[in-house]
Structure formats: structure tokens, C-alpha cells
């Protein structure tokens, strides 16, 4: 049975095509840390999941990136935003 992040990233895979992805590599095969699913960090000594790699070439990554991390309105400008007009 599959739980928490592991699950998330199963429901991630699906969700976003990722038969289709560039490098799927041992994506949805036994435990993500253990079996070094391709994009996915874990801890060496925990095997916990620290980071996803999202590949920027990918024309996926725009949709998983806007999914993960949403656009949000800034109070105040961020020095050095080359997005502030």
C-alpha cells in the first residue's frame, strides 16, 4: 500500500502525463528514495523525500510549476524582480 508523499507523487505522475515525460526513470517501481525514481532527492539516512527536479525544457514543468508553486500578489516588490511593472 502507498502513503503520503509517496502517494502525492504517484497522483503527481499520473496527473501531469508522466508516461509522456522526457525521463520518467524508475518512476511508479517500488519506493521513490530506495529505487532513485529520476528528479525525486531523499535523505540518505531517512529515505524522505527532500526535493522534486523538475526539468525547465520539459513543457510539462510550466504546469507543474504553476500547480506546486502559484503565481501570488506581492505586497511589496522583491529588489532585483525584473517582473515589476
Request: charged residues 20%; negative net charge.
Amino acid at each position: 500500500m502507498v502513503h503520503g508523499v509517496e502517494q502525492a507523487l504517484v497522483e503527481l505522475y499520473y496527473s501531469t502525463g508522466g508516461s509522456q515525460w522526457n525521463n520518467n526513470e524508475n518512476w511508479l517501481i517500488g519506493d521513490p528514495c530506495t529505487n532513485s525514481w529520476f528528479g525525486v532527492s531523499c535523505d540518505t539516512e531517512s529515505f524522505v523525500v527532500t526535493q522534486l527536479y523538475v526539468p525547465a525544457r520539459d513543457p510539462r514543468a510550466l504546469q507543474l510549476r504553476a500547480t506546486v508553486n502559484p503565481p501570488r500578489k506581492r505586497e511589496r516588490p522583491i529588489a532585483g524582480d525584473a517582473n515589476l511593472r
